[in-house]
């Protein structure tokens, strides 16, 4: 191989996702033609708003579709929380404000350049590389023979490789085709193509083969030579200057999405307006985006709706989510409640399955951790056994049903299977307990914390509810989606 590139060279936000399901959107101003569908603790919401609230979330592939009546519990819970995120503040947090603004400029910054700015772009790439290309000679098309011979070939390798390059040569300088003899004897990727290797330019390839394939002419076909990769002939099939604009556009286009030089575009885009005008950044975005969400609802209802939703994902985040991880005692109280809500349609293996390579350390591994809690199992197994180059041991730790491990299978639920011996770890066995419904919260614990943040969410929007002003016209909910 003696390809080191291409012959043309191919030129946290957080995701938010969950949150969005109730994202509504900028109340505009309340006209005949959008009339105040509800007040919340006396904030009006056109219809505008719900309707685009409702349409979003409730398309055809939402597996939980709501109809309009029952939207609008959803939709007043999630604007109490967002008037509670901005009643607190959160609004003005640095880190908030940051993450809102870089998205909402996400979705102005591209329109500031036009289709004539990327072609000019496209242009200024393809002139400098045009005039790179060319000024280093052009660009040429070789087919090659090789003969492999590793930089550590013995000599009696080297002589042989020399005596088949030799011959090959032989065959060519009387008469025979290339192409042929490529495909026979090449030991190269392009021997299927006749040793073709498509057009190359200065820096493609090994110097080597580059100096010698600049130094022919068409047709002319050279001595044998070495590089790095062993014994070559080379034929020079065509040579040429760049390639004209038109035939590169696509590819210069692409190239320009991909590596994110739109984005250049705009940056240089914005610093000319600076240059022109005086103005800031934020200026220029801020004019165009009004310009924007002047003519586009769509888009004036997306900004707002990533405003809202990192609001009310903060607010969530410290009430109910990062509440339910973190309050341990909460946690073993609500489980014990309703214990009798969490149990298994069959046995639990609580434990380990493991494989050693030592008989001896099967013993070992289970008094390791005989009186060692269920937790800290994985760190001292990994401490123990294999915390050196050297692994002792193969584990897997967990809560098992009938199926899900084949040694458990065979030794705890006494199925009749064959455990397939692993080389190098010979000795299998298990050590834990036979669980017939969950004892302790970490044995559910994954769905207790799942179920106490529901419940965390009930008693948040409860307590919101508890003194909120709700009015809701009937008449106006009646014509959602039929004006």
């Not at 105040?36 to 398309?59: D, H, L, Q």
């Not at 591209?110 to 400098?128: F, H, N, Q």
């Not at 008989?359 to 915390?387: G, Q």
């Amino acid at each position: 191989m003696v390809r080191q590139g291409n012959v043309f060279r191919t030129m946290k936000t957080r995701i938010i996702t969950a949150a969005l399901l109730l994202v509504a959107t900028a109340a505009g101003a309340q006209t005949k033609d959008d009339p105040v569908i509800m007040t919340i603790n006396g904030e009006a919401v056109p219809r505008s708003e719900f309707e685009y609230s409702y349409n979003k979330n409730n398309t055809d592939g939402v597996i939980d579709k709501k109809s309009v009546e029952e939207y609008v519990d959803l939709f007043v819970d999630y604007k109490l929380k967002v008037q509670e995120a901005i009643k607190l503040q959160l609004d003005t947090i640095q880190s908030l404000k940051k993450e809102y603004e870089q998205y909402r400029d996400q979705q102005i910054r591209p329109a500031l350049i036009t289709d004539a700015d990327v072609e000019a772009k496209a242009r200024e790439i393809y002139t400098k590389t045009q005039q790179r290309v060319d000024s280093a000679g052009g660009l040429v098309r070789p087919a090659h023979i090789l003969i492999r011979m590793g930089q550590q070939a013995t000599a009696q390798e080297q002589e042989a490789a020399k005596e088949r390059i030799d011959s090959i040569y032989k065959v060519l300088v009387g008469g025979g085709d290339f192409a042929e003899l490529a495909r026979k004897y090449s030991a190269d990727g392009s021997a299927p193509r006749g040793g073709e290797l498509g057009w190359v330019e200065k820096g493609y390839t090994v110097p080597e083969f580059e100096n010698v394939i600049y130094s022919l002419e068409p047709g002319q076909v050279s001595q044998p030579f070495t590089t790095q990769f062993g014994w070559h002939i080379v034929k020079l099939l065509e040579k040429r200057l760049f390639f004209p604009y038109d035939s590169m556009r696509a590819d210069i286009i692409n190239f320009i999405e991909r590596r994110g030089i739109r984005d250049q575009i705009v940056s240089q885009k914005i610093k000319d307006i600076q240059t022109q005008t005086g103005k800031t950044e934020e200026q220029i975005l801020a004019e165009k985006r009004q310009e924007m969400v002047a003519k586009d609802d769509e888009l004036k209802y997306l900004i707002k709706e990533y405003h809202d939703g990192v609001l009310a994902i903060e607010l969530s985040q410290r009430n109910v989510w990062k509440k339910a991880q973190e309050d341990v005692d909460g946690l073993t109280r609500f489980f014990k409640k309703n214990k009798k809500n969490y149990t298994w349609e069959e046995p639990r293996f609580k434990g380990i399955a493991y494989r050693t390579k030592e008989v001896a350390d099967v013993k070992a591994v289970k008094k390791a951790i005989k009186k060692i809690p269920f937790a800290e199992w994985n760190k001292v197994l990994r401490e123990t056994f294999n915390n050196d180059s050297i692994l002792r041991i193969r584990v897997d730790k967990g809560y098992f049903k009938k199926g899900d491990n084949v040694i458990v299978d065979h030794d705890i639920f006494k199925v009749d299977t064959t455990v397939t011996v692993m080389k190098n770890f010979p000795n299998t066995a298990t050590f834990g307990k036979l669980l017939k419904a969950p004892k302790e919260l970490d044995d559910v614990k994954g769905q207790v914390v799942s179920d106490y943040q529901e419940y965390l969410m009930k008693q948040w929007v409860a307590a919101l509810r508890k003194d909120a002003v709700i009015e809701v016209d009937k008449k106006v909910l009646a014509t959602v989606n039929k004006h």
